[in-house]
C-alpha cells in the first residue's frame, strides 16, 4: 500500500511536472530522490524528484536477510532508520546494524529519516528535513519501480532509472547473487526489453565484467570511481580507473562512468578559482558517457561561491552527460533556461 505521505510530496509541487529532457540532453539524476529536500530513498523523495523533472531516478539497492531488493544506500541502517530503538541487541560486534541481517517484514516496521552520524546522531545536513521527523518508511525496489511506472503512466512519460548494486562482494560472501535479484526485478517491470532507460552501475569492477558477458548483456552499464582513500585495503585500482589506459579498460565492459566531483575538478588556484582535470575529457576520449557524483547546494567545493556556479561548471564547461544532484528542481531550472 502506498502511504498518504506519499501524496505529500506531489502536493508541494504543480500537479503536472516539469518536463525532462530526452536522453540527447544532459541528464538530470535525482540523487536518491529529491535528498535535498525530502529523506533519501523514500518513495515521497521519489515523487519530488519525479515532479521536478528528474530525467533518471537512483536506486540504490541491498538485500535483505530473506533474499528481497531494498532500496538503501548503505548495507547498514543505523543512519536512516529507528533500527536501534525497535531491535535494541541486534547490532554486530562492529556496533552497526546491517541490513541483510533483517527479513523485508522486520524491514517494514522500520521508520527512515533523514541521515544522520551514528555516532552522535547530527544530522549529516543540518539544515535538510529534520531528522527527528521520522515520518516514512523503507521499500523495495520492486514497490519503487511500480510506482515510477505508475507515474509514468498518468503522466506519459518514460523516467529512467539509475540502480546502483551495493556492494556485490559482501552480499557474495553472505550467499547471495544481488545482481541476479536486481535482474529479475528489472525483468519484470520491463526495463530489459530494446530501449528501456536504464543504467546499472556499481564501484565492483568484477560484478560490471560479470553483467556485460553474461545475463546483463546489453544493458547499459556505469563503473563507479571511487577515491582509494574512502576504502583502504580495497582490491580495486580506482587509480589507475582515472587514467586513460585505466578508462580504455573499463570501456571493455561498461558504457560510462561514475566520476566523484572531487577528481573531476581541480584544486583552487591562486586566484581562488576552480578549475577542472582531464579526467571528463579523458574519459570522454575512451567512448565513455561521463555521470559526474554528487552535486549538493548546500557542500559547494571549494572556490565556488554558488550552485548556480557549480551547474555552469559541471554541465557547461565539463560538458558531461549527466550529474547527480541532491536538488534536481534547480538542475532542471538551469538546463531548462540554457
Not at 49 to 63: C, K, P, S, T
Amino acid at each position: 500500500m502506498i502511504p498518504r505521505t506519499l501524496f505529500l510530496a506531489a502536493a508541494l509541487l504543480a500537479a503536472v511536472p516539469a518536463t525532462p529532457a530526452s536522453d540527447d540532453g544532459p541528464l538530470v539524476i535525482a540523487h536518491r530522490g529529491a535528498s535535498g529536500y525530502l529523506p533519501e530513498h523514500t518513495m515521497e523523495s521519489k515523487v519530488m524528484a519525479y515532479m521536478m523533472g528528474a530525467d533518471y531516478i537512483e536506486q540504490d539497492v541491498v538485500l535483505s536477510r530473506d533474499g528481497h531488493a531494498v532500496v538503501l544506500h548503505d548495507i547498514y541502517l543505523d543512519a536512516v532508520t529507528d533500527v536501534a530503538r525497535r531491535f535494541p541487541g541486534r547490532a554486530r560486534e562492529d556496533g552497526r546494524y546491517y541490513v541483510i541481517d533483517f527479513d523485508l517484514d522486520e524491514l517494514r516496521t522500520l521508520s527512515a529519516h533523514e541521515r544522520v552520524r551514528p555516532q552522535t546522531g547530527q544530522a549529516r545536513y543540518p539544515n535538510r528535513f529534520p531528522a527527528e521527523r521520522a515520518l516514512f518508511r523503507i521499500h523495495t525496489l520492486d514497490q519503487e519501480l511500480a510506482l515510477i511506472r505508475a507515474l509514468d503512466t498518468g503522466f506519459d512519460r518514460d523516467t529512467g532509472i539509475h540502480v546502483e548494486l551495493k556492494d556485490p562482494a559482501w552480499h557474495r560472501q553472505a550467499g547471495m547473487d544481488i545482481a541476479d535479484v536486481v535482474l529479475d526485478v528489472l525483468d519484470s517491470h520491463g526495463y530489459r526489453r530494446p530501449g528501456a532507460r536504464v543504467f546499472i552501475q556499481s564501484f565492483d569492477d568484477l560484478v560490471l565484467e560479470q553483467l556485460g558477458s553474461g545475463a546483463g548483456a546489453g544493458l547499459p552499464l556505469v563503473q563507479l570511481i571511487a577515491d582509494e582513500r574512502w576504502w583502504p585495503g580495497t582490491a580495486v585500482d580506482y587509480a589507475r580507473m582515472r587514467t586513460p589506459a585505466g578508462l580504455a579498460e573499463i570501456a571493455n565492459y561498461a558504457d560510462g562512468v561514475g566520476v566523484w566531483l572531487g577528481h573531476a575538478l581541480a584544486t583552487p588556484g591562486d586566484d581562488g578559482k576552480t578549475g577542472v582535470t582531464t579526467l571528463v575529457d579523458d574519459a570522454r576520449a575512451a567512448g565513455l558517457a561521463v555521470h559526474v557524483y554528487t552535486l549538493r547546494r548546500d557542500a559547494l567545493p571549494a572556490g565556488i561561491d554558488s550552485f548556480e556556479a557549480l551547474l555552469e561548471l559541471v554541465y557547461g564547461r565539463l560538458g558531461v552527460d549527466g550529474a547527480f544532484t541532491d536538488f534536481p528542481d534547480l538542475a532542471r531550472q538551469y538546463l531548462d533556461r540554457r
